[in-house]
């Protein structure tokens, strides 16, 4: 039977300590790369489904997914990737 690795989109959660002198400034120096994390965990928040294979893309895939009873509309919901690896 084949094995496949799946790679899934998912939103993590991880806090930052800037010094900074406004909010905006604080954003702006967080998106330039810099602050320091918090602690070196993420939180997972869930799968994101904003994000997904392009079912265009992998029609035959789609299509069996929906026999399967899954909702695929333009996406493959969450899946970044899919490899057969054995």
Known sequence: ???YEIELYE???QKF???ATSEARAIKKLLDG???AVDNGLDYIEV???FGLLAEEFPVL???L???GVS???EISGVRSIEQVE
């Open 34 to 36: 810099g602050g320091d």
């Open 17 to 19: 300590r800037i010094t």
């Open 66 to 68: 929906r026999s399967l």
């Open 72 to 74: 695929v509309d333009e």
């Open 48 to 50: 994101c489904d904003s």
């Open 1 to 3: 039977m084949p094995v």
């Open 11 to 13: 939103l993590h959660a």
């Open 62 to 64: 789609a299509e069996e």
